[in-house]
């Protein structure tokens, strides 16, 4: 009689959701569980290929959430074929928690310095008044990532020429203070929802 004996290794198990959040949230990608590896046994021909124990699909699917959404997954339906859990304590179900983050809306404020004046017409020189050395505005974005933000990469600019043509504008008058809004750079993560207007004093350059 030939006994055959089965070769055991421990694994990662990796996570992935698949579904959607209530309108105003929004899946963060995280998805955790206490247990984050696995022993499993088989033959070494079948076993010694095997990096990993991926659970993903149905069992993670969810819709309509608004907050994290705890799920329940077998790890049993997600073994290759010929491979079992070497550990046959308890039945194999674990407990699974995808994260989905609200979208919040949140104020920061900008140093002054981050705002350059751009396109500026021949024959002007233009810049901003210091009235305040940090200007608000209102970020929207997910919880998890307004968290992270830091305002040193959000660039702020104003566009001289393309503002004096939206406004029919052909000259500017010399140190005439204008009121203006300068436009927001930040990743596709965020949206900047308001921004507080600055002053601007153009100079007419002597010939």
Known sequence: TTVEILKTKTVPITYASEGVASEGYVTTGEVTSDVNE?????????????????VEGEALYF?????????????DDYLPAGIIRADKKGNGRVEVMVHVAPIIEKEFRIPMGQIQIENVPEGYSVVHVLGSTEIPIVVRGAEH?????????????????????????TKLKNQEAYIVEPVYEVSEDYEVISTAPIEIIANVLEE
Request: overall charge negative; cysteine-free.
């Open 145 to 169: 990532l307004l968290k992270e933000l830091n305002t040193d990469v959000i660039k702020g600019s104003f566009d001289v020429t393309a503002w004096m043509e939206a406004n029919n504008l």
């Open 38 to 54: 696995i022993t499993i046994a088989g033959k070494d021909s079948v076993i010694s290929s095997i990096t990993e124990i991926a």
């Open 63 to 75: 819709t309509e959430a608004e907050g994290n959404v705890a799920l329940t997954v077998d790890l």
